[in-house]
């Protein structure tokens, strides 16, 4: 099957500097990834999605990168802001659409003044 | 626009007792899921329906737990019986199409509680 983690459990990072979370997937088959942001007792937030056939997608001020040949993803934050402040999930899908999403354990992103 | 709504937000309940989760997907969205959340870990996938249909189950613990979407909008997911270890966020997600590569809006979540 397939897992997906997270190298780091917590990235501590001064506001305005750019923030990289990075994620790993073991499974080959998985065709679409997906970057959330969970804040305290909310549910994940959509950030940005990738397809495997892409290599890199921008959105506003994040860019997600993607790495099949070491089966790796990453997000990259511009100019981080205190209300990037969150735990951040990657989350992988194999084709077909009724498999869930597989979640890594999260990175909680922490912006110093 | 309205997002995915849960309720309730918070329940407490005893164990054994058996408790009804709610979920109001975003309008017209076909696909539905459920995960549970332990406290630090990531969503884990319980089910997936498709309209009315319940296309995968595999991720359900136990027959003690049960989803339905009978018209194909509203969700609930059951837990008969109820164990400590049922303790968790539970979030539903809705997505637009069946088929594959298609982001999931989740919402808020119920907190359950077994004491």
């Not at chain 1, 990738?50 to 993607?66: A, E, F, H, P, Y």
């Not at chain 1, 099949?68 to 997000?75: A, N, Q, Y």
């Not at chain 2, 539905?32 to 319940?54: D, H, I, K, R």
Request: hydrophobic share 30%; aromatic share 8%; proline share 4%.
């Amino acid at each position: 099957g397939e897992s997906v983690g997270l190298h780091l459990p917590t990235l501590s990072v001064q506001e305005g500097d750019n923030s990289i979370i990075n994620c790993a997937y073991s499974n080959s088959a998985s065709d679409y990834f997906i970057w959330y942001k969970q804040e305290s007792g909310k549910g994940p937030q959509f950030i940005i999605d990738i397809r495997s056939n892409m290599d890199k997608r921008q959105g506003q001020r994040v860019t997600v990168l993607l790495n099949k040949t070491v089966k790796h993803l990453s997000l990259q934050i511009a100019a981080t802001q205190p209300g990037d402040s969150a735990v951040y999930f990657c989350a992988g899908e194999t084709g077909g659409g009724a498999d869930g999403l597989t979640f890594g354990k999260g990175t909680h992103l922490i912006i110093q003044p | 626009g309205a997002g995915v709504s849960q309720s309730p937000r918070y329940k407490v309940a005893k164990r054994g007792q058996d408790v009804a989760l709610r979920c109001d997907p975003i309008s017209g969205h076909v696909s539905l899921f459920w995960y549970q959340q332990a406290l630090g870990q990531g969503p884990e996938f319980l089910t997936y329906f498709q309209n009315e249909a319940q296309l995968d189950k595999s991720g359900l613990p136990s027959d003690r737990f049960f989803a339905e979407r009978p018209e194909g909008s509203v969700s609930t997911l059951k837990i008969q019986r109820t164990q400590q270890e049922d303790s968790a966020v539970y979030l539903c997600a809705s997505s637009l199409m069946g088929g594959d590569n298609q982001p999931q809006h989740f919402g808020d979540g119920t907190r359950l509680s077994i004491l």
